[in-house]
């Protein structure tokens, strides 16, 4: 079955960095849209990030110019790059396949405190 495993979350503080990767197996991972969503406590699982097959990319207008997404197709892992990191950031991380189907991973949780 397909599998997408998040690592990389954690603590840190205010305007710190992480870099997030999601793994995936089982896929033809080259031709997925490939995203980064987060759903913070009490409120609606939202996208952060999204790349596609051929390399387009869209933000949420909350971390433009602060996140980066890539996606290395020869490692079939997706990476979200978090500079300057803000309280509002904390939230459960998700990675998300889409083609025909989509495919989530189990989520990484990302705290950003001092």
């Known amino acids: 079955q397909v599998q997408l495993v998040e690592s990389g979350g954690g603590l840190v503080q205010p305007g710190g960095s992480l870099r997030l990767s999601c793994a995936a197996s089982r896929i033809c991972f080259s031709i997925y849209t490939m995203a980064w969503y987060r759903q913070a406590p009490g409120q609606q699982r939202e996208l952060v990030a999204r790349i596609t097959s051929v390399g387009s990319i869209d933000y949420a207008d909350s971390v433009k110019g602060r996140f980066t997404i890539s996606r290395d197709n020869t490692k079939n892992t997706v990476y979200l790059q978090m500079n300057s990191l803000k309280p509002e950031d904390t939230a459960v991380y998700y990675c998300?396949?889409?083609?025909?189907?989509?495919?989530w991973g189990q989520g990484t949780q990302v705290t950003v405190s001092s």
């Open positions: 998300n396949a889409r083609n025909s189907r989509d495919f």
